[in-house]
């Protein structure tokens, strides 16, 4: 009996299925640093630079291990964009100054720019 309360009526299978999709938010990973402090000066820098590319946007960190060395490293994120072809459009911006870019998931640890 217990197998049976526990499964999900025919009607509560779509919404399920259909919310990943719905909380999905896109961003563009535009580098890497070793503290919070350089990941921080990056976006600063970054950010004066191209503000008009960045507006709207939020800076989050992302904790990524390196491919090579095994390490986490701590990853800068811009975010949120509406979907892959807006972050695929900004990394093509971006491109144009030779930075870095490659569209990603958002979220993470906002930084604090204060």
Request: glycine share 8%; charged share 5%; net charge positive.
């Given at each position: 009996?217990?197998?049976?309360?526990?499964?999900?009526?025919?009607?509560?299978?779509?919404?399920?299925?259909?919310?990943?999709?719905?909380?999905?938010?896109?961003?563009?990973d535009i580098g890497s640093a070793v503290s919070i402090e350089v990941l921080r000066a990056r976006w600063l820098g970054i950010h004066s630079a191209h503000g008009k590319l960045f507006e709207g946007l939020m800076p989050a960190v992302m904790l990524r291990q390196a491919p090579h060395t095994g390490r986490t490293e701590l990853r800068l994120v811009v975010g949120p964009l509406a979907n892959a072809e807006a972050a695929a459009k900004l990394c093509a911006a971006l491109a144009l100054y030779r930075l870095p870019c490659q569209p990603t998931l958002f979220g993470g640890q906002h930084i604090a720019l204060q």
């Open positions: 009996m217990q197998s049976r309360a526990a499964m999900p009526g025919p009607a509560a299978a779509p919404p399920s299925a259909a919310a990943p999709a719905a909380t999905l938010k896109y961003g563009v």
